[in-house]
């Protein structure tokens, strides 16, 4: 292996630049040269194709975003879009590839494993959905971010009096809803992954008003419902003062947390040495702080499992 490349696909997430640094110079170091490919999958169609030098990576770690640029490429999933990167990796003597991304990301990898051309997959997302990771790439600086947003929308809620709905990211994964939750002093949380009740969290509002609490907060996960719709759902139970907030991609910004840095060099680092070894096909991650890694097939087997305990604590501390 002398050559190999390097792209970031799905959405983007604070962190993917210090995983492209990491990469980028763990390989050059090891005597390897190193492509950039921009737009991910799209980009590995078109040809959009880069020399990437060790000082192309300086002023980066602390940089969110990725300035490899994403795109999300559905059409990758087909034979016809796979051999038409695989092309372009041969006409530029590629031999090997590192995707960062979340787990569609992860079955572009798999393919140009199967079609000759070792990959490794990294978990760069804010949803923390994949499993065999305790976190992925993003998870941190992302509830960092919302955590920040919150604080400050409680600020105004104990001003008025008033509770909020809050929106917080993650796809079909509670993750962040919980954490935030709990960092915020929610008095509930709502996540895809468990059942709830809209009747109980109204009691749970009115019991806290009653009492004196000067605001109200729900986390709310974005696979559950909107915020607004969870709004409509709470009058049903109650007169409450309440208004509903969506933070949105702000999560997907932002400065990445020293966790994030420091996740992303290692996990960078790790693909390249697997590369070296000649293994490809697998996903990197952190389990019991060592980074692992696992075959691609088996993520797919699996489901990502929160720490639902978190669900648990947050009642008992928002009594
Ligand atoms: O996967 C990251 C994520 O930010 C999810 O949390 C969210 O549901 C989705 O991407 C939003 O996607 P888009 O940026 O394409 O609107």
């Known amino acids: 292996m002398k050559r190999i490349g390097i792209l970031t696909s799905g959405g983007d997430a604070p962190g993917m630049n210090a995983a492209v640094r990491a990469v980028t110079r763990v ?4 005597g390897l040269e190193v492509f950039g490919i921009r737009y991910g999958f799209a980009g590995l169609v078109a040809g959009d194709i880069f020399p990437l030098e060790s000082e192309d990576v300086a002023h980066l770690i602390n940089v969110s975003g990725t300035f490899l640029y994403s795109a999300r490429y559905p059409e990758f999933a087909e034979e016809e879009g796979q051999l038409a990167g695989i092309e372009q990796l041969k006409k530029h003597g590629i031999d090997a590839v590192v995707v960062i991304g979340g787990d569609g990301s992860y079955h572009g990898a798999l393919q140009l494993t199967r079609h000759g051309f070792n990959s490794i997959g990294l978990p760069g997302t804010i949803d923390n959905d994949i499993p065999y990771t305790d976190a992925t790439i993003g998870y941190d600086t992302a509830c960092m971010t919302a955590m920040d947003a919150i604080d400050k929308i409680r600020d105004t809620a104990s ?5 909020f709905i809050v929106n917080v990211m993650g796809r079909n994964c509670g993750d962040i ?4 939750g709990v960092a915020c002093g929610a008095d509930a949380i709502v996540i895809p992954e468990k059942p709830y009740d809209v009747e109980e969290i109204a009691n749970r509002l009115k019991q806290a008003q009653e009492s004196g609490k000067d605001h109200g907060l729900v986390v709310v996960a974005e696979g559950v419902m909107t915020a607004d719709q969870f709004m409509a759902e709470l009058k049903k139970y109650g007169d409450f003062d309440v208004r509903a907030n969506v933070l949105g991609h702000m999560q997907r910004g932002g400065t990445p947390t020293v966790s994030d840095r420091v996740l992303a060099s290692k996990l960078g680092s790790e693909a390249v040495h697997l590369l070296l070894e000649g293994k490809g096909g697998l996903a990197v991650g952190i389990e019991n702080g060592k980074v692992t890694s696992h075959d691609i097939l088996d993520l797919f ?3 990502h499992k929160g720490d639902y305990d978190l669900l648990k604590l947050n009642a008992d501390l928002s009594r």
Not at 27 to 30: K, L, S, V
Not at 177 to 180: C, S
């Open 27 to 30: 390989a050059i170091a090891n």
């Open 301 to 303: 087997d699996e489901s």
């Open 177 to 180: 809803a919980m954490r935030v």
């Open 159 to 163: 001003s008025h009096h008033r509770v």
